[in-house]
């Protein structure tokens, strides 16, 4: 029998008992045995598929305790972190006031809290199994300092004899760092006292774990490293953006009881989102993606406080009856197809070949009811006086990606331009929330410059489809407005021709204001930067609320 088959069939028996040890109920599948793995297990946090490393286990004789291995893991699923939006808040907090680590602490501080619990009593112990991983884990990984402290925390937490779990790495690491007795006891005694608040613990291992941490390598999975692993997508960090309450308390008795320095306490304090945002993960091109993606999902989370519900879109048209059936012939509209009618007549072979269209007509002219057509044409000011959307929040994108959601969920579609200086569109008419809200995130600053000529352009192109449309911006419109003769003149006819011509505006001038309205145009003076999602989602629903109801807007 080859070392996978064994580990497999060894694994088979000791899972159900270390599920057991969470709930003999939960929904989580058998491990997966990896022939090839380099490290003794982990659990894919996305995917919550537990991994075992046939070779590596062989190797440490860590067959019989498979049992403890598998419940480490489970651990990680179950309690610590939980779930990738956790994990993804305790990320973004490390790095938003800690110097750049080789290796994250996050890792070593969810096994703390995992192992922990597992050495409790009630079920038959596994803490000798816990102890023996721990000793073969670092045997694999000499050179890791954070993962020796660990070790050292957990001699203190299980009395355990000292350097029985550091083994050969005890008097180096001694020479290294001589207070690190000292720091494992205060680790051991005062974390989990601070349960179950799991930010302020985090805090409080941070506090004392960070010098070790800037000591030790980046891990190559060879070793120590961390076995709660999943990539965060853009979802997991947009929810994490924004810090909890109780999130905020922890910041706060942390820096209050003086647990780091002033320098760090400083840099822990500001927690904003142009903060949170910047410590997003990873570098380079794949780091800018991965911002522009999770901004783009937290835009949509902010803008569902003001669309808590999807309001109706509805224009009258002819209403219409089928007509009797007729030979479909090609070169007719395929939408035109009964396939039903087709399937039951001529069933599905012949149907193939011979469908059935059905027209239909109105049935008395001028009968009218409700059908849809909805379109927004979205115009917004990403000018210089306004912050890149990517790195906090834009109070007029919020807007324009509120209106684009109002449009999606009233079964319409929206396009949008986003212009300074130059000018940038998506301008195919989309029903996507998160391609129209990725691309709302683009930013290019400078001074401000009105694309009348592409507004003169979209009113020819749409001619008897023509689009609502949004004008989202500031004063410094009024100067485009003024910089040539035809802008008037653009303005008025995409006033007359547009079902809605609307202006957001910033902060306007009463003369102003009813020039635009003079011009045909709807005008709804914004006084203050942060009304611009209120204003914003009343608009959505006043320009698609159902004819026969009162919209919120009043």
């Known amino acids: 029998m080859s070392a996978e088959e064994r580990i497999t069939s060894l694994a088979a028996r000791a899972f159900p008992r270390a599920r057991a040890r969470y709930s003999p109920y939960l929904l989580l599948g058998e491990p997966v045995v990896d022939p090839e793995g380099e490290t003794f297990a982990r659990i894919d946090l996305t995917s919550r598929t537990i991994r075992l490393g046939a070779r590596p286990i062989t190797e440490a004789a860590l067959e019989d305790a498979l049992e403890a291995l598998i419940a480490h893991e489970i651990g990680h699923h179950v309690a610590f972190p939980g779930s990738p939006v956790e994990h993804a808040r305790l990320l973004l907090l490390e790095r938003t006031f800690l110097p750049r680590l080789p290796r994250s602490l996050t890792g070593p501080f969810y096994d703390l809290l995992v192992d922990e619990r597992l050495g409790q009593g009630g079920l038959p112990s596994i803490e000798d199994d816990l102890c023996r991983i721990l000793a073969a884990r670092g045997a694999r990984s000499p050179d890791d300092m954070l993962f020796t402290f660990q070790r050292a925390v957990m001699e203190e937490l299980w009395q355990r004899r000292e350097g029985e779990l550091l083994g050969t790495t005890a008097a180096a690491f001694e020479r290294a760092f001589p207070d690190h007795r000292l720091d494992a006891k205060l680790v051991a005694q005062n974390l989990f006292a ?205 807007a324009a990606q509120i209106l684009a959601t109002g449009t999606i969920r009233a079964g319409g579609a929206a396009r949008a331009l986003v212009y300074s200086m130059g000018h940038e569109k998506a301008w195919d008419f989309c029903r996507s929330e998160r391609v129209l809200s990725k691309f709302l995130m683009r930013y290019i600053g400078g001074g401000t410059h009105f694309p009348f000529d592409i507004l003169a352009a979209s009113v020819e192109e749409t001619r008897d489809e023509q689009p609502i449309r949004v004008v989202i911006t500031d004063s410094d419109f009024d100067a485009n407005y003024d910089a040539a003769r035809q802008n008037a003149a653009i303005f008025a006819r995409a006033a007359e021709r547009s079902p809605a011509f609307v202006l957001l505006l910033h902060a306007p001038s009463r003369e102003k204001v009813r020039r635009y309205e003079q011009a045909g145009a709807r005008v709804v003076a914004v006084r203050a930067l942060g009304d611009f999602p209120r204003v914003a989602a009343e608009l959505a629903f006043s320009l698609f609320d159902d004819p026969g109801t009162t919209n919120p807007s009043g």
């Not at 570098?283 to 993606?293: F, I, N, V, Y």
């Open 194 to 398: 601070f349960a179950p608040d799991v930010t302020l613990q985090y805090l409080y291992f941070a506090s004392i774990a960070w010098r070790y941490a800037m000591a030790s390598p980046a891990p190559k999975h060879t070793g120590g490293g961390d076995c709660a692993e999943g990539e965060l997508s853009a979802e997991d960090l947009a929810a994490a953006l924004v810090p909890k309450k109780s999130e905020k308390a922890a910041i706060e008795r942390a820096i209050r009881e003086g647990f780091f320095p002033k320098d760090l306490a400083e840099k822990l304090a500001d927690q904003s989102l142009e903060r949170r945002a910047g410590a997003m993960p990873g570098d380079g091109a794949g780091k800018s993606e991965l911002l522009t993606t999770a901004m783009a999902a937290h835009y949509r989370r902010e803008a569902e406080k003001y669309l808590f519900r999807p309001p109706p879109a509805r224009v009258w048209a002819d209403a219409l009856v089928p007509t009797t059936h007729l030979e479909w012939e090609p070169g007719d509209p395929v939408a035109d197809i009964d396939w039903v009618a087709t399937l039951l007549r001529r069933g599905e072979t012949l149907g193939a070949a011979m469908p059935l269209l059905r027209e239909r007509i109105a049935d008395e002219e001028g009968q009218s009811t409700p059908s849809f057509l909805g379109r927004t044409e979205i115009y917004l000011d990403v000018s210089g006086s306004m912050p890149d959307p990517k790195r906090a929040l834009n109070a007029m994108t919020l």
